[in-house]
């Protein structure tokens, strides 16, 4: 007797925790929050104001937490049509320099707020394309945070930046090395030329390699590459054959991202065609061979379109407990209140979370008036911070341990979430999820539906279930 290959790749797949249920898809693949924080930014209110922040900074000093450093760098020399970033598109190298000035003014008003003394143990650039600054204007940045905050040298630390490999000149990644960074992600999103044109991101595959090469030379770690499915032109062939490639260049983390084709509510997405789109049906196929593949090489399903392989640190921490979710995705580092600098960044502390204003015009004026350009925030409710605690534990962990949430909040789960768990009853009886001896755990055709899971324990969905997310699949 014979057995099929895609058997074996399943039962391999269920014994790393995974199981593809494709009726369970198709009940639960609505829409959803990802996560990156609860409440989620749409919760935000305008009348949150620059007080409430330095409030709420001041009161970060004494809860003996680390820093995260977040900066918007939103600067692009190529317009990409699927991105719904926040982003600047312009050729013009030296308007990188009035605006990192700009985010260093924001960031010596804030420092003192937050305490200059508290160890920076995470830091994050993103985009737009930070590697559009040239390397002396990454270097002035990096300088000015290393006087304004206590920025960290140990191997512990987390200091991590977007890099568009067509943004990276012969000394990008030594300067970037030599100012502290420690790791990188890479956007290819597709190696097929026919996608990146539809797209207008031409980025052969040699360019990539080269990057990446050079990245291991000098010592980056937990190298990631992001990838999108459902762009134009894509079909399981095409995504297969760049899949095999990427497996070939076998980068620690990967990140598998579903394209929303959303033009009415970000313009760039207006120049590609509805019809060069894969069909739902072809994209769950491409989904599903993606995590076929990917277990089968033998990476980890964290979870939320992300993988790693078995020794990098995400797959360690998720093992151990102790992964957490922020708004840079996954990450090693839960316990660190985040200063965010730059255009629309968003940053957080226990109990607040704040967001700086979304035009950048109206930053800059703002930032040369001297002021904070806070725009909105919230401040969070203990009933907020438990529930960003419980939603945490389930999209990190995979798991809600009763004893441990009394020890945390010293309520009784059965009671506090009784209407939840009455809700939850049918994802029991579907299998997505077990009760069993005082601990939910998501079972392995859960984890894919795991924003659904979440949901149940959202309040703010709950009184208002408006479909202002994308889709969970």
């Known amino acids: 007797m014979t057995t099929d290959r895609s058997d074996t790749i399943d039962h391999a797949a269920q014994e790393q925790g995974f199981v593809w249920d494709e009726a369970l898809i198709r009940r639960y693949d609505l829409t959803g929050p990802r996560y990156t924080s609860y409440p989620t930014a749409i919760e935000f209110r305008p009348d949150y104001g620059v007080e409430d922040f330095r409030a709420a900074a001041i009161a970060s000093q004494d809860s003996g937490r680390d820093l995260s450093l977040y900066t918007h760098l939103p600067f692009c020399a190529h317009l990409c049509y699927f991105c719904a970033c926040n982003k600047v598109i312009t050729k013009k190298r030296d308007k990188a320099m009035p605006y990192v000035e700009r985010v260093l003014k924001e960031a010596a008003l804030q420092a003192p707020l937050f305490g200059a003394d508290r160890p920076v143990r995470q830091l994050h650039w993103g985009g737009g394309t930070p590697t559009f600054l040239p390397d002396d204007v990454m270097r002035l940045l990096m300088q000015g945070y290393g006087e304004l905050f206590n920025l960290q040298d140990d191997d512990e630390r987390d200091y991590s930046v977007e890099i568009d490999p067509r943004e990276v000149g012969d000394n990008t990644l030594s300067s970037l090395w030599s100012l502290g960074f420690n790791r990188i992600s890479l956007g290819v999103q597709d190696l097929n030329p026919q996608v990146q044109k539809a797209v207008n991101r031409i980025q052969p595959q040699a360019m990539t390699e080269r990057v990446m090469t050079e990245a291991r030379r000098l010592g980056f770690r937990s190298i990631n590459l ?220 859960g984890r894919l539906l795991i924003r659904a899971i979440c949901q149940v324990f959202d309040r703010y969905r709950q009184f208002d279930p408006k479909q202002r997310f994308s889709r969970i699949i």
């Not at 620690?252 to 970000?266: C, G, K, Q, T, V």
Request: hydrophobic letters at 35%; charged letters at 25%.
């Open 226 to 445: 992001d990838l999108i499915y459902g762009l134009p032109y894509q079909t399981p062939e095409t995504f297969a054959a760049t899949l095999e490639h990427v497996i070939e260049m076998s980068p620690d983390r990967l990140s598998i991202f579903s394209y929303a084709h959303l033009p009415e509510r970000f313009y760039p997405q207006t120049r590609i065609a509805g019809d060069t789109l894969p069909s739902p049906a072809d994209k769950l196929v491409i989904l599903q061979s993606t995590i076929r593949r990917l277990l089968e090489e033998g990476y980890v399903y964290i979870g939320m379109d992300h993988f790693a392989k078995p020794d990098d640190s995400l797959a360690v921490a998720q093992r151990e407990g102790r992964l957490h979710r922020n708004f840079q995705g996954y990450t090693t580092h839960s316990d660190c209140d985040l200063v965010s600098l730059g255009v629309s960044a968003i940053g957080q502390t226990d109990e607040a979370y704040f967001q700086n204003l979304h035009s950048l015009p109206e930053y800059e004026a703002r930032i040369d008036a001297g002021e904070l350009a806070i725009n909105k925030g919230l401040k969070l409710t203990r009933d907020d911070r438990l529930r960003r605690w419980t939603i945490g534990q389930l999209i990190c962990q995979f798991r809600l341990d009763r004893e441990h949430f009394r020890q945390r909040w010293g309520d009784n789960l059965d009671s506090y979430f009784s209407d939840e768990l009455s809700r939850l009853k049918p994802m029991i009886n579907d299998g997505l999820i077990t009760d069993e001896a005082g601990v939910l755990t998501v079972q392995p055709q």
